[in-house]
C-alpha cells in the first residue's frame, strides 16, 4: 500500500507529533522535575540583576515619556534625537531620586518618631503593669492567696540559677544564630548589589527601547506569518497595556491615597499620621483587599494611644477608600481590566496562595489577559458555528438553557 502526502496526512502526522512530543517532555518533567526546579532557580538568580533592571524600566517609563514629550521639543532632526532623549533620561532619573530623596527627608523622620513614639507608649504600659504587679506580690492580700503561696514556694537559689540557665542558653543561641546573621547580611548586600546593576541596566533598557522593540517585531515577523505576527503583536501591545496602566496607575494611585491620609490625619492632629499614611498607601496597592489589610493595624496602632480617636480613624480610612474607589481610583486607572468583582476577588486569592504579595498585585491584570485569551478563543469557534457571542443569549428561560430558536444567529454582534 502506497502512501500519499496530502494536505489532511499531513496535518495528522503534525498532530501526532506534537502529541507525542508534549507527552516526552512531560514525562521527563516529572521524572527530572527538582533538578528542572533547581536549574529555573538558579537560572532566576543570575538574571536577578536583568529583572530588576526591566522591572524598573517599565516602572519609570510613563515618567521617561512624559519628560521626553512634553519638556524637550528639540527638533525633529535625527541629529538632535540622540541629545533630547539623553536630556530626557537624565532629567527621569534626577525626578526619581528626588522623590526618593523627598520621602527620606521628611517622611522617613516623621516615621521614625512615630515608631519611637509608640514603642515609649508600649514600654510605658509594660512597666505600669509591671509596677502593678509587684504592688500585688508584695501586698498581704497577694501573699495570702493561692497564687502567692505558689510564688513562694521559689527560692531566690533558684530563680538566680533560672536566670543563669536563660542567660547561658541565649549565649548558646547567638552563636548557632551568628552563621545565618552572616548569611542574611550577605544575601541583603548581594540583593542591593542586583538592584543596583539592575538600575544601570534600566537606563540602557529605556535609551534603546524603540531599538529593541523593533528588534523583536523583526524577530517575530521572520518567524511567524504575517497574520500571526500582527496578531502576536497587538496582543503583546494589550498586555503592555493592561499591566502598565493597571500597576503604574495602582503605584500613582496609592500614592495619591497615602499622601491625602497624611494631610487630613495631620490637620485634624490625630496621631501617628506619617506611620498610618505609609502603611494605608502601601497596603492600597493591593486590590480589593489592600483597604482592609491597611485599616486592621493602623486603627490598631491608634487604639494603644487613644481609643476614640481609634474609631475617627477608622471612618477616615473608610471614607478616603470611598472617595477612592468612586472617583479617584477610576480616574486614574479607568477600565482597563474589564473583569467582575467575582473574578478580581479569585484571581486575587488564588494568584496570593501562589506568589504572596506579589502575586496579589500582579493577579488582576494577569488574570484579565487569560480571561481575555479564553473570550477571544470560545467566540471565535461560536463564530465558526454560526451561533452567537453575547453572553445575553444564553441565559436560561423558562425552556431550559437553549438559545432562542427564532432569534437570527447572524444579527448578533459581538
Avoid at 505600669?128 to 510564688?151: C, H, I, Q, R
Amino acid at each position: 500500500m502506497k502512501f500519499e502526502f496530502n494536505k489532511k496526512n499531513n496535518t495528522i502526522a503534525l498532530y501526532a507529533c506534537i502529541v507525542v512530543t508534549f507527552g516526552i517532555v512531560l514525562v521527563f518533567g516529572l521524572l527530572y522535575f527538582g533538578s528542572i526546579a533547581k536549574f529555573f532557580n538558579r537560572l532566576t538568580t543570575v538574571l536577578s540583576p536583568v529583572i530588576y533592571g526591566i522591572i524598573i524600566a517599565y516602572l519609570i517609563n510613563p515618567v521617561y515619556k512624559f519628560i521626553y514629550r512634553s519638556f524637550f521639543r528639540i527638533g525633529d532632526r535625527k541629529k538632535k534625537e540622540k541629545l533630547r532623549r539623553i536630556l530626557a533620561l537624565a532629567f527621569t532619573y534626577i525626578f526619581i531620586f528626588a522623590v526618593i530623596f523627598l520621602f527620606f527627608l521628611i517622611i522617613v523622620p516623621q516615621l521614625i518618631a512615630s515608631y519611637s513614639s509608640l514603642v515609649d507608649l508600649i514600654r510605658s504600659y509594660i512597666n505600669d503593669a509591671s509596677s502593678w504587679v509587684n504592688e500585688l506580690m508584695n501586698s498581704g492580700e497577694f501573699s495570702s492567696n493561692l497564687l502567692g503561696k505558689l510564688f513562694s514556694n521559689f527560692s531566690m537559689k533558684e530563680i538566680t540559677e533560672t536566670v543563669q540557665k536563660i542567660i547561658s542558653n541565649s549565649y548558646s543561641a547567638v552563636t548557632t544564630l551568628t552563621p545565618y546573621i552572616v548569611s542574611f547580611v550577605s544575601s541583603f548586600v548581594t540583593v542591593a548589589m542586583n538592584w543596583v546593576v539592575g538600575l544601570i541596566i534600566s537606563v540602557y533598557l529605556l535609551f534603546s527601547k524603540e531599538t529593541l522593540c523593533a528588534q523583536v517585531s523583526k524577530t517575530v515577523n521572520a518567524v511567524l506569518k504575517p497574520e500571526k505576527a500582527n496578531s502576536l503583536i497587538e496582543f503583546a501591545r494589550y498586555v503592555d497595556n493592561t499591566f502598565g496602566k493597571f500597576l503604574v496607575g495602582k503605584i500613582f494611585d496609592s500614592l495619591i491615597i497615602g499622601i491625602l491620609t497624611f494631610v487630613v490625619m495631620t490637620l485634624f492632629r490625630m496621631p501617628y499620621s506619617a506611620l498610618i499614611a505609609v502603611i494605608v498607601g502601601v497596603t492600597n496597592i493591593i486590590p480589593f483587599f489592600g483597604p482592609f489589610i491597611g485599616a486592621i493595624p493602623s486603627v490598631f496602632i491608634v487604639l494603644i494611644a487613644d481609643p476614640i480617636m481609634a474609631i475617627w480613624v477608622l471612618v477616615l480610612i473608610i471614607v478616603i477608600q470611598q472617595l477612592d474607589g468612586n472617583i479617584i481610583g477610576p480616574k486614574i486607572i479607568g477600565n482597563t481590566i474589564g473583569l467582575g468583582s467575582l473574578w478580581i476577588v479569585v484571581s486575587i486569592i488564588v494568584f496570593g496562595n501562589l506568589y504572596g504579595v506579589v502575586g496579589m498585585i500582579i493577579a488582576v491584570p494577569l488574570f484579565s489577559i487569560l480571561y481575555k485569551l479564553l473570550k477571544d478563543w470560545v467566540e471565535k469557534r461560536l463564530k465558526q458555528k454560526g451561533m452567537p457571542t453575547e453572553t445575553v443569549a444564553y441565559i436560561p428561560s423558562s425552556n431550559g438553557w437553549h438559545l432562542d430558536a427564532e432569534q437570527p444567529k447572524n444579527e448578533h454582534k459581538k
